[in-house]
């Protein structure tokens, strides 16, 4: 069974200060990807970022950044300087890997972080 | 289109009607999901499709509820004998498969009353 946990139900900043959405899961599989996806109040899911299992390496986008932590099961991300614009609900997901005879290749999502930030 | 469609944007129904919703993928995605996102929660796995087939439909949550994408294209996610606990944000997403990225619709939003 996949499971995705997260911790931080709401956080609130002041603009321009970091921020780390935390994600940590749990999955069987031994390969895997991971997602995570910003839903702002129009309520439809954007697309930031997927990361491979067998791919350890941090990744760096603009004002964005992800730590993926295999050894711990985390996927982290973290906004630095953070605007008003980022204020959204971020979901971090998780599925199977794609070329599987069978299973599911939908996505496992964890509960959301709000973010909120201040002006 | 240029991205996933979902009509209506918002549905009231009367506790236990039938509704169905809409979904249009984006042109050539062969993959298709419904979702369902309770308040204050992430989006839940209800069916999965490849081309017309249902290739997983597990999440499904009892037999009140189906789906079909008899072309291959446009989904029609329906539910019988509607009950309030089914009031959720009913989301769709399509993808070329092979794990690539999703890419959601803006949902539509179901209230039974």
């Known amino acids: 069974a996949q499971k995705v946990t997260q911790a931080q139900t709401e956080i609130s900043v002041v603009e321009k200060e970091d921020v780390t959405l935390d994600c940590v899961y749990e999955?069987?599989?031994?390969?895997?990807?991971l997602f995570w996806y910003k839903q702002p109040p129009s309520g439809e899911l954007v697309f930031l970022i997927r990361?491979?299992?067998?791919?350890?390496q941090n990744e760096i986008s603009g004002r964005y950044s992800w730590n993926f932590q295999k050894s711990t099961s985390s996927f982290n991300f973290t906004i630095t300087a953070s605007q008003v614009v980022d204020s959204a609900v971020y979901f971090c997901?998780?599925?199977?890997?794609?070329?599987?005879?069978?299973?599911?290749?939908?996505?496992?999502f964890g509960s959301g972080t709000r973010l909120q930030v201040q002006p | 289109g240029a991205g996933v469609s979902q009509t209506p944007s918002n549905k009231v129904t009367e506790k236990g009607k039938y509704v169905e919703l809409r979904c249009d993928p984006i042109?050539?995605?062969?993959?298709l999901y419904w979702y369902r996102q309770s308040l204050g929660q992430g989006p839940e796995f209800l069916i999965y499709?490849?081309?017309?087939?249902?290739?997983?439909d597990s999440g499904l949550p009892n037999d009140r509820f189906f789906a079909v994408r008899p072309e291959g294209s446009v989904s029609t996610l329906k539910i019988q004998r509607t009950e309030r606990g089914d009031s959720a944000v009913y989301l769709c997403?399509?993808?070329?498969?092979?794990?690539?990225?999703?890419?959601f619709g803006s949902g539509t939003r179901l209230t039974v009353v």
């Open positions: 997403a399509s993808s070329l498969g092979q794990g690539q990225g999703y890419t």
């Open positions: 999955t069987r599989d031994t390969t895997y990807y």
């Open positions: 990361r491979n299992s067998f791919d350890e």
């Open positions: 997901a998780l599925s199977a890997p794609a070329g599987m005879d069978t299973g599911r290749r939908a996505l496992t």
């Open positions: 042109s050539g995605h062969t993959a």
């Open positions: 499709f490849q081309g017309t087939g249902a290739a997983d």
